[in-house]
């Protein structure tokens, strides 16, 4: 897509999305791998990986990032409770931020924004504080803003994400039952006004019923709903 202005994102399945830069920075989103039905198995991921960005603590989520961080040699970005606790798991590198706040990573300036949903990292010690769930907005140098949601609801205050950031392409979960679905994506793509919708989170498990075609046909004919597969590049 020209407006990408040569940035290359390629969706792995659920929320797990690559974002690589012009200039060479590769940013892996909430990597979830080994048991996500939807990876595409024979997807081969850059030797480095420079950030891997994490939405939540929730397994859907983090499950792989302590071997992806390890064997691409990446820095891993979270909310601060978040990255101590993968930091605790064995993870070398680790910048730990919050919401409203942005930290520069190469070309690619990534703003820690809002999201409504919970967040705790479960493993055999238990349940962890993790802090709050998050979505990030990427401003790339010469490139576009991309917003990715994490798992979220709609709310009101997606007016100012658009209000301060312009993304150009918002990846927003639709499958419903954990995160909103086709309808409250719609009004969501309303608040944000992006050219271009990714859609995330659905299809993986039985419950995350919500289907593209279902938000295609709830926007605007002028917004660019991508239909692709897992593996493929917008
Ligand atoms: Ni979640
Ligand atoms: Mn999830």
Redesign the pocket.
């Known amino acids: 897509m020209d407006s990408l202005k040569g940035t290359r994102i390629t969706w792995l399945g659920h929320a797990t999305v690559l974002v690589q830069t012009a200039k060479g920075t590769n940013i892996l989103i909430d990597p979830f791998i080994a048991e996500n039905p939807k990876y595409p198995k024979n997807f081969v991921l850059p030797a480095k990986i420079h950030y891997i960005l994490l939405t ?1 603590g ?1 397994g ?2 983090i499950a792989d990032v302590v071997w992806a961080a390890a064997s691409h040699s990446s820095t891993v970005v979270a909310i601060y409770e978040l990255a101590a606790y993968v930091a605790g798991k064995g993870v070398a590198d680790t910048i730990g931020m919050n919401l409203g706040g942005t930290v520069q990573l190469d070309d690619v300036a990534a703003t820690m924004v809002e999201a409504k ?3 705790a990292a479960q493993d055999d010690q238990g349940t962890h504080y993790v802090g709050v ?1 998050a979505g990030y907005v990427l401003t790339i140098t010469d490139g576009p803003v991309l917003y990715h949601a994490g ?1 979220t609801a709609v709310f009101s205050d997606m007016n100012l994400i658009r209000e301060l950031y312009r993304p150009e392409v918002a990846m927003l979960p639709i499958g419903g039952h ?2 909103m679905g086709p309808k409250e994506a719609a009004l969501a793509v309303s608040f944000l006004k992006p050219a271009t919708v990714l859609p995330l989170h659905f299809g993986t498990f039985p419950p995350l019923k919500g289907t593209p075609e279902e938000l295609i046909a709830l926007v605007d004919a002028s917004v660019h709903v991508v239909l692709c597969a897992p593996g493929e590049a917008i």
Do not use: K, L
Request: aromatic fraction near 10%.
């Open positions: 939540h929730h859907d989520h949903h919970s967040s769930a798992d954990f995160t």
